[in-house]
């Protein structure tokens, strides 16, 4: 053999990740952030009684609604690996790779939710059924994660994910439920959209917009990466099934 | 049909958390037929026996057991095949007769055809009640053969069946399987025992670096 | 064979284990007990305490269900049992629900002596018309926790540190469990202003959990439990 396993393996890693349609999307998503900032942070007015605070929204809402987004994507991703017609590892990294983004988001969801509701309500938390399953899907994705790191072969990793994905989907309406029963009185409801207008609503609306922009292209770098890691895997079966042969001494 | 391969394995790999212990085997056992599996330890031997029993899928090559594809039948297979590995499989706190009848039942075998297990593998009446934990290492392989026969499996997959045993154990063992032989089971063995499996295997063949070696 | 006929035989050989174990006995129950005492240690007030039974009485419960769960899987990691089950080619539908029925009514025995720890350390009391709802609902919340922890556990069964994932995995998904079940216990206990009629409603939640569970477990674990080679 001519080629040694790290040098083949460092050409597959050292291809980038990147393609015309990833660099033309993160420039719109660069552009689209600078954007957004302008008009978060220093177009749109403040707000009647919480002055500068308000503009916490302009980070929590889109980041709640691209959590919310990525879990989706892990849910139809799971189970399009589990279809039969469908069964293809692409989805399984896609749901991966979706899951990874996703629970960065619901962090920041919850930490701003937090800091926003500290602003309005004076309390760092309140046990309401959106709160209280954002934070359960959290955990929820921690679980996910922490299932796909448990190893094996990839379709192994992939069909057991994706039953874990699709019971964290049955759970949330009963989490929801429950927790709505339980305590059905929350303080206010309208996380302040309903007060909000014009300028303001138009930038949350770049925000949602732009953030959607930066979920795909980092989905895309993140599965593509993955992508690498598997290829990897198999390119060392490859090397691995010639040092094992040779133990034969024949 | 009768006459068809028991195991026909060609050129089969099979993978281990990204390990290939099967690197290429390619083997075929007839009915009736004893293989032994000799070879150093690592060589892939106890994959190969979890292989046929289904127990892990093949990454590549042709794997066809009892008539069934292990690419995609591995259930149907599981079924039909004992493999007895250097655990017994053997639920401790239950008794010999208890651990029989579960795994008789799990076939549907009737009381009588458990007693028969446990009379062919020489487990008395007085051993039948005694919890399994309590018993000697050569008693909990002779139960586990009797789950075997039980089960009414159509092929055994023996890794290492002596180890651990005393001589005592190891001759009681012998017996019990030169009496399967006899009867027309079929049998692939692993053993570093080669005198005694020797004696009892109809064919050897050598296990190496994932690939078998010998009359295949 | 057919799944019924493996659930009776598997739910039959889990509890006989157990009989002549007595790991729950002897092990689980006591520390459930202890639990309960170091609550009362914690909380400090007498009133408060006959307040809260109800949470600490089911917070003692799913504590120590892990330490159940896992034994459950113990018993077949032992020997090799699992593997042997497994190569049995025994329909998986029937192990999941043998093993979480064994599961659930060993919880039960476990929720019966936490209450009679609770009547005594916490001086909890409940009326004629509240034991139907009681009893209800234990039954309902066991089932639902018998199916979850067999599922899950069937999952974090095995080698390679899969055992610490088990509480991250299980407790989350078991919180409907615990609101609902601690509610309805509330009002059958007649603490925590809660109605009847409500806690009928949360033992309806509790039904629905342990349905959606038995389809979605049934399905699913079969799959999960091919995956430990």
């Known amino acids: ?250 | 049909m009768e006459t068809d391969p028991v195991v026909q394995l060609v050129d089969v790999v099979a993978v281990l958390d990204r390990f290939p212990a099967l690197a290429g085997a390619t083997l075929s056992v007839q009915r009736g037929e004893i293989v032994l599996l000799r070879g150093p330890n690592g060589a892939g031997k106890t994959t190969l026996l979890r292989l046929c029993a289904g127990l892990l899928p093949p990454s590549r090559g042709s794997a066809i057991v009892l008539g069934l594809d292990l690419a995609t039948q591995r259930q149907e297979v599981r079924s039909r095949v004992g493999l007895l590995g250097h655990a017994n499989g053997l639920y401790t706190d239950l008794t010999v007769g208890e651990n029989v009848t579960f795994w008789g039942a799990t076939v549907g075998a009737s009381a009588e055809e458990i007693a028969a297990a446990l009379d062919r593998m020489g487990l008395s009446t007085r051993l039948v009640s005694v919890p399994v934990r309590k018993l000697s290492a050569g008693q909990r392989r002779r139960t586990a053969l009797a789950c075997l026969i039980a089960r009414r499996a159509e092929l055994w997959l023996l890794d290492e069946p002596h180890a651990g045993l005393d001589i005592a154990g190891r001759d009681e063992l012998d017996a019990v399987l030169r009496a399967a032989s006899a009867a027309g089971a079929t049998m692939i063995v692993a053993s570093h025992e080669l005198d005694r499996a020797g004696a009892l295997a109809t064919r050897m063949v050598e296990v190496a670096g994932g690939q078998i070696r010998g009359p295949q | 064979m057919t799944s019924i006929e493996v659930t009776r035989l598997v739910a039959a050989k889990d509890l006989r284990i157990e009989l002549r174990s007595r790991i729950l006995i002897n092990q689980v129950l006591p520390f459930a007990a202890i639990v309960m005492v170091l609550f009362a240690f914690a909380l400090d007030k007498d009133d408060l305490l006959a307040r809260v039974a109800p949470g600490l009485i089911w917070l003692a419960t799913l504590f120590s269900m892990l330490f159940v769960v896992q034994r459950s899987f113990a018993v077949e990691a032992a020997d090799g049992a699992l593997d042997a089950l497994r190569t049995a080619g025994v329909p998986a539908r029937g192990i999941y629900f043998g093993k979480a029925i064994a599961l659930g009514l060993q919880l039960l025995v476990l929720e019966v002596l936490l209450f009679l720890a609770a009547f005594v350390l916490y001086n909890s009391r409940v009326g004629a018309d509240g034991v139907v709802l009681l009893i209800t609902s234990a039954l309902a919340a066991s089932c639902g926790l018998g199916l979850v922890g067999t599922l899950y556990g069937g999952l974090t069964t095995g080698t390679k540190g899969r055992e610490s994932l088990l509480p991250l995995l299980l407790l989350p998904v078991v919180a409907p469990v615990l609101i609902g079940v601690t509610r309805a216990t509330e009002a059958a206990l007649g603490v925590g202003g809660i109605s009847m009629h409500e806690g009928w409603a949360w033992v309806s939640l509790l039904v629905t959990y342990a349905l959606l569970f038995g389809i979605g477990g049934s399905i699913a674990f079969g799959p999960l439990v091919d995956d430990s080679v």
């Open chain 1, 1 to 250: 053999m001519s080629a040694t396993h790290t040098d083949t393996a460092a050409a597959v890693v050292r291809r980038p990740t990147g393609t015309r349609v990833t660099r033309a999307l993160g420039i719109a998503t660069l552009i689209g952030l600078g954007w957004f900032v302008t008009f978060g942070l220093f177009l749109s007015p403040d707000d009647a009684v919480q002055l500068a605070g308000v503009r916490i929204l302009y980070l929590h809402v889109p980041s709640a609604w691209l959590a919310y987004l990525a879990f989706i994507v892990t849910a139809i991703s799971s189970a399009a690996y589990l279809s039969k017609r469908t069964r293809s590892l692409t989805w399984d990294r896609l749901a991966g790779a979706s899951a990874e983004v996703g629970v960065l988001f619901m962090g920041i969801t919850l930490l701003t939710g937090s800091l926003w509701g500290r602003m309005s309500w004076g309390v760092y938390w309140v046990w309401d059924s959106r709160v209280t399953t954002t934070a359960f899907l959290f955990v929820t994705y921690l679980g996910y994660l922490a299932v796909r790191g448990l190893g094996g072969s990839h379709h192994q990793r992939a069909r057991r994910s994706a039953v874990v994905a699709l019971l964290s989907v049955l759970e949330i309406p009963l989490v929801h439920f429950s927790v709505e029963w339980w305590r059905p009185l929350h303080q206010q409801e309208s996380i302040a959209k309903g007060k909000l207008e014009g300028l303001m609503l138009f930038s949350l609306f770049i925000g949602v917009v732009v953030f959607t922009l930066l979920y795909v292209w980092l989905v895309m770098h993140r599965q593509r990466v993955l992508a690498m890691e598997d290829a990897l895997d198999d390119h060392g079966l490859e090397f691995a099934i010639a040092e094992r042969r040779e133990e034969a001494l024949f």
